[in-house]
C-alpha cells in the first residue's frame, strides 16, 4: 500500500466477514483425520468441491463484479472468470475482444503512464486478491480430486482383499 492512503479507493478488499461462512462449513482439520468408513473420503471430496464452488459463487463474483465496474471498465483490459475444462473458474487479465490473456497484461497496465496513478493502489488489491483466489480455488479443487482418487484406490484394495478371503473360505 502507497503513502496515498488519503485517496479515493474503487475495490474494496475482502474482508474476513467475507470468509466466515466458508470458514465455518469446513476446516482443513479434516484432512489429517482417519477416514474410516465407506464413504469418507468420498464425503470429503464433497466437502471440499462444495467449498471450491462456494468461493467461485461467493467472493469470487464479488471481486469480478466490483473489478468490472467503474472506474476500471474504462481501463483496456478486463478482470474475467475463465472456466477450464475440470470446471473450476479462475480469475485472469485479458483484452476484451479475448485475443490476449495473462498477467503480462496487467504488468503492462500498471506500467502504462496513461494508467491513472490513483486506481494504481486499487489494481495492486485487484490483483493480489485475484493470485489468493486462484490459488484457494486450485487448492480446493486439488484436495477433492486427491480424495476421490484415494477413495477409488481404497475400494480397488478392498475388493482384492474380498476375493482372497472368499477365495480362501
Known amino acids: 500500500m502507497s503513502d496515498q492512503s488519503h485517496q479515493v479507493r474503487h475495490f474494496e478488499v475482502l474482508q474476513r466477514d467475507d470468509f466466515m461462512k466458508l470458514e465455518h462449513a469446513a476446516s482443513l482439520k479434516g484432512l489429517l483425520k482417519p477416514f474410516k468408513g465407506k464413504g469418507a473420503l468420498d464425503e470429503w471430496?464433497?466437502?471440499?468441491?462444495?467449498?471450491?464452488?462456494?468461493l467461485i459463487s461467493g467472493p469470487q463474483t464479488r471481486v469480478l463484479m466490483q473489478a468490472r465496474g467503474?472506474?476500471?471498465?474504462?481501463?483496456?483490459?478486463?478482470l474475467a472468470q475463465q472456466t477450464t475444462g475440470a470446471g473450476t473458474h479462475f480469475l485472469r487479465w485479458r483484452t476484451p475482444d479475448r485475443s490476449v490473456m495473462g498477467v503480462a497484461l496487467w504488468?503492462?497496465?500498471?506500467?502504462?503512464?496513461?494508467?491513472?496513478?490513483?486506481?494504481?493502489?486499487?489494481?495492486l488489491a485487484i490483483e493480489q486478491t485475484r493470485i489468493?483466489?486462484?490459488?484457494?480455488?486450485s487448492l480446493l479443487h486439488t484436495l477433492g480430486r486427491q480424495a476421490r482418487e484415494c477413495a477409488s484406490k481404497m475400494a480397488q484394495a478392498e475388493g482384492v482383499y474380498l476375493r482372497q478371503i472368499e477365495g480362501r473360505a
Not at 70 to 78: A, G, T, V
Not at 132 to 137: H, K, R, S, W
Request: aromatic letters at 10%; a negative charge.
Open 107 to 123: 504488468q503492462e497496465l500498471m506500467a502504462n503512464s496513461t494508467t491513472p496513478f490513483t486506481l494504481l493502489d486499487d489494481l
Open 70 to 78: 467503474y472506474p476500471f471498465n474504462l481501463l483496456p483490459i478486463e
Open 132 to 137: 489468493t483466489m486462484n490459488m484457494q480455488v
Open 45 to 54: 471430496a464433497s466437502e471440499c468441491f462444495a467449498l471450491r464452488d462456494r
